[in-house]
Antibody
Framework: QVQLQESGPGLVKPSGTLSLSCTVS?????????WTWVRQSPEKGLEWLGE???????NYNPSLRSRVTISLDKSKNQFSLRLTSVTAADTAMYFC??????????????WGQGTQVTVSS | EIVLTQSPGTLSLSPGERATVSCRASQSVSSTYLAWFQQTPGQAPRLLIY???RRATGIPDRFSGSASGTDFTLAISRLEPEDSAVYFCQLYGSSRWTFGQGTKVEIK
C-alpha cells in the first residue's frame, strides 16, 4: 500500500520560505512516477505547484516558477517543496501526490493527508 | 492558461437518483488528460476517473465519465449517501495541471 506523509512547519512568516517534506512508503522514489505538490485554499481552490522525477527532472507551474523548488532525498525516500517570498496568499493545505504517466493517461493516484500551512507574523 | 468551469455549483438529490456534473474547458485539449476527483471534508481528493472515461481502481461502476469536445461530464447513477462530497475536474494544458472550482453534491 502506497502512503505519502507531509511534514513541516505549520506557520511561516511573511516574506519567509515555506519548506515541506513528503515521505513515501510502499513505493520507491526511483519508480516510474512523478512526485508532485498540490495545494488547496478557499480562495484559489486546488492548484498544481510542480513535480519531480527520480532523474531530477522538474516541471513547475508557470505562475509560481520563480518561487518554487522541488527536490529529492533518495536516501530517505522523500521529496521536498520550497516556496520563497511567501505571502498570506500562500496560506493553504499542501498535499504531496504520486502521479503515474501512462501512454494514454495520467493518474494522480495516491495523495498524502495534507498539511495546513499558514503565513502570518 | 486553460480555465475549467464546473456546473452546477451545488446539486441536491435523493438517494437512488442520478447526478450529472459538467466541466467545460476554455480551449480545446486532449481528453486523455481529463480526470475527476471526489473530496469529502477533511480528506484529500480521491481519483475517480482518468482519461476522461476510465475508472480508477476500486471505483464502483456507478461512476462514469464522458467527453465531447471541450465539454466533460461526470455521472453518478443510483446515488448513495456516501457519495455526498465535492467533485473536481482536472485537465492538463498550457504547461500546467488545472482544476475546476468544484461541484458540491448533497444527498437529501
Amino acid at each position: 500500500q502506497v502512503q505519502l506523509q507531509e511534514s513541516g512547519p505549520g506557520l511561516v512568516k511573511p516574506s519567509g520560505t515555506l519548506s515541506l517534506s513528503c515521505t513515501v512508503s510502499g513505493d520507491s522514489i526511483n519508480s516510474n512516477s512523478w512526485w508532485t505538490w498540490v495545494r488547496q485554499s478557499p480562495e484559489k481552490g486546488l492548484e498544481w505547484l510542480g513535480e519531480i522525477y527520480h532523474s531530477g527532472s522538474t516541471n513547475y507551474n508557470p505562475s509560481l516558477r520563480s518561487r518554487v523548488t522541488i527536490s529529492l532525498d533518495k536516501s530517505k525516500n522523500q521529496f521536498s517543496l520550497r516556496l520563497t517570498s511567501v505571502t498570506a496568499a500562500d496560506t493553504a493545505m499542501y498535499f504531496c501526490v504520486r502521479v503515474v504517466y501512462e501512454s494514454d493517461s495520467t493518474l494522480f493516484d495516491y495523495w498524502g493527508q495534507g498539511t495546513q500551512v499558514t503565513v502570518s507574523s | 492558461e486553460i480555465v475549467l468551469t464546473q456546473s452546477p455549483g451545488t446539486l441536491s438529490l435523493s438517494p437512488g437518483e442520478r447526478a450529472t456534473v459538467s466541466c467545460r474547458a476554455s480551449q480545446s485539449v486532449s481528453s486523455t488528460y481529463l480526470a475527476w476527483f471526489q473530496q469529502t471534508p477533511g480528506q484529500a481528493p480521491r481519483l475517480l476517473i482518468y482519461g476522461a472515461s476510465r475508472r480508477a481502481t476500486g471505483i464502483p461502476d456507478r461512476f462514469s465519465g464522458s467527453a465531447s469536445g471541450t465539454d466533460f461530464t461526470l455521472a453518478i447513477s443510483r446515488l448513495e449517501p456516501e457519495d455526498s462530497a465535492v467533485y473536481f475536474c482536472q485537465l492538463y494544458g498550457s504547461s500546467r495541471w488545472t482544476f475546476g472550482q468544484g461541484t458540491k453534491v448533497e444527498i437529501k
